[in-house]
């Protein structure tokens, strides 16, 4: 059975950077599709970034320029590296992972989701 479990979230001033960590375990394909997703209060949860198994990645416009995807997988972990944080990027983020397809995750196409880690940004 796979799991996802997220870490690195927490608080931090408006310009400041936070890097969110994803383990993946019991999952051993070499076709993937992972992602980041947020939900702030209120509103609809939200895909942010994906990569694939091509070392493809995908980032919602929102936070192109800002923030970075990428997977160790000799660590079996991917990682949202987010710099440039506003207010408006204050969500609980989650991990998720497509698994067997290299592709659609970044729209909700998944198997898979972590837990979830806050991420604050005070103005």
């Known amino acids: 059975q796979v799991q996802l479990v997220e870490s690195g979230g927490g608080s931090v001033q408006a310009g400041g950077s936070l890097r969110l960590s994803c383990v993946v375990s019991g999952y051993t394909s070499n076709r993937y599709c992972m992602a980041w997703f947020r939900q702030a209060p209120g509103k609809e949860r939200e895909g942010v970034a994906s990569?694939?198994?091509?070392?493809?990645?995908s980032y919602v416009e929102s936070v192109q320029g800002r923030f970075t995807i990428s997977l160790d997988s000799a660590k079996n972990t991917f990682y949202l590296q987010m710099n440039s944080l506003k207010p408006e990027d204050t969500a609980m983020y989650y991990c998720?992972?497509?698994?067997?397809?290299?592709?659609?995750?970044?729209?909700?196409?998944?198997?898979?989701w972590g837990q979830g880690t806050l991420v604050t940004v005070s103005s």
């Open positions: 990569i694939d198994s091509d070392d493809t990645a």
């Open positions: 998720a992972a497509r698994l067997d397809a290299d592709y659609g995750c970044l729209f909700g196409l998944v198997d898979a």
